[in-house]
């Protein structure tokens, strides 16, 4: 077989797998599609395809074929995060901006401490800080990652659960609007790099003029050119991001921040993010499971991933807690936040990549804080929708 057969083969076992175990399973209720698809990126890898069957895994996934799906991988998650930016909606969290950052502050600061000091247990042994890594900096980039909440995630499963367009759900997402602003401010000085300090304050300086005269025009061309002036805008920034040394996901983010989702349409946004995941995405799920190694054993790479589920999780639901007793909500209340604010799929991973591509954790590191983030999105739902069914008369008479 010639490359573009073994890579049209390599394509449709990416999109074939997840989605017939998704469909065929019915797993929506406890594992939505996205959550399969990257767990099927997990199976598909070397970790447990390979092990199981080299010989096969080594000739489809070979490396010019790895290459091939690598460079739509990195397309993919650009869309996404890029649109991730576009969506967010600083102005109601202004508007309300005690409750908001006080709930946001807490439920990203106290996961935030419990996750950095699960990390610290973590780094007292070799192999888990990348070779480019400062301690610092592993200890801070685990800590963030059980602090995440994944928005769009977020976003898909309320729409599911029919609470999106209620006050609660816009409340929700307010509080995860702020704390998407603060992962990502964390991970700009995760990378900050003294070597290339000229570079990434050049990069700040052009981009704040640049992003000014791309508002300027965007805000008078037509709707339908704005979406070609986005993507070309989308991929000068990720150039730039990466020519400065902070990764082209971050240039890809504050590429879709500076930009209004009014320009675009919230409902033409909505579909376009689920085409990018319906069509490209799958594929940046599967350049993910192919990244995940077990050299310090399963077992001991389950049982890191469950220190740190517990730090992820204890500590959003106390942080929501904690807010909760403030702002005197119900306990229900609460919780039924605190879970939904545990959606860490996508945003977590991306996060986790860029972490892995600048060596600051190993690839050991980056299976476990996987492992964490699938298991994290995976509890929301089954634990939110009795707490929906129980508040449900507050939820509606809130609208």
Do not use: C, K, P
């Given at each position: 077989m010639n490359?573009?057969?073994?890579?049209?083969?390599?394509?449709?076992i990416v999109f074939a797998v997840p989605w017939l175990v998704w469909r065929l399973g019915r797993t929506d209720h406890w594992a939505p599609l996205v959550v399969v698809q990257i767990v099927g990126g997990i199976l598909l890898g070397p970790g447990v395809l390979g092990a199981a069957f080299p010989d096969y895994y080594a000739f489809v996934f070979r490396p010019?074929?790895?290459?091939?799906?690598?460079?739509?991988?990195?397309?993919?998650?650009?869309?996404?995060?890029?649109?991730?930016?576009?969506?967010?909606d600083l102005s109601q969290a202004w508007q309300h901006r005690r409750e908001t950052?006080?709930?946001a502050g807490l439920a990203l600061g106290v996961p935030l401490l419990a996750g950095t000091a699960a990390a610290a247990i973590i780094l007292q042994f070799p192999g888990w800080r990348g070779p480019k890594g400062e301690y610092w900096q592993a200890l801070l980039g685990i800590g963030m990652s059980c602090a995440v909440t994944a928005l769009p995630i977020l976003v898909l499963l309320m729409d599911k659960l029919g609470i999106l367009r209620e006050q609660l759900g816009q409340?929700?997402?307010?509080?995860?609007?702020?704390?998407?602003?603060?992962?990502?401010?964390?991970?700009?000085?995760?990378?900050?790099?003294?070597?290339?300090?000229?570079?990434?304050a050049l990069f700040i300086l052009g981009f704040a003029f640049a992003a000014w005269a791309m508002r300027w025009v965007m805000a008078r061309i037509g709707a339908a050119d704005r979406w070609a002036v986005g993507l070309i805008w989308l991929a000068m920034c990720g150039f730039a991001g990466d020519w400065a040394g902070l990764h082209f996901m971050v240039g890809a983010f504050l590429a879709g921040v500076v930009l209004d989702a009014r320009w675009f349409g919230h409902e033409a946004m909505d579909r376009f993010r689920d085409v990018v995941l319906l069509t490209i995405m799958p594929v940046f799920f599967l350049s993910t499971g192919l990244r995940t190694q077990w050299e310090g054993g399963g077992l001991t790479v389950f049982?890191?991933?469950g220190l740190l589920l517990a730090a992820a999780v204890g500590g959003k639901?106390?942080?929501?807690?904690?807010?909760?007793?403030?702002?005197?909500?119900?306990?229900?209340e609460a919780r039924l936040i605190g879970w939904l604010l545990q959606t860490k799929a996508l945003i977590m991973i991306i996060f986790a990549n860029i972490l892995l591509d600048k060596q600051v954790i190993t690839p050991t590191t980056f299976t476990a804080l996987l492992l964490m983030a699938v298991a994290s999105t995976m509890l929301t739902k089954p634990f939110a929708s009795p707490l929906i069914a129980k508040l449900g008369a507050r939820v509606k008479a809130e609208a």
């Open positions: 490359i573009t057969e073994i890579y049209l083969i390599a394509l449709a010019d074929v790895i290459m091939a799906l690598n460079g739509v991988a990195w397309w993919a998650v650009m869309l996404f995060v890029w649109i991730a930016g576009i969506e967010l950052g006080l709930t409340r929700i997402l307010r509080y995860a609007s702020l704390d998407d602003i603060a992962i990502w401010g964390v991970l700009a000085l995760i990378l900050l790099d003294f070597d290339r300090l000229a570079r990434q049982a890191v991933a639901l106390l942080g929501v807690h904690i807010a909760g007793r403030l702002l005197g909500w119900s306990r229900a």
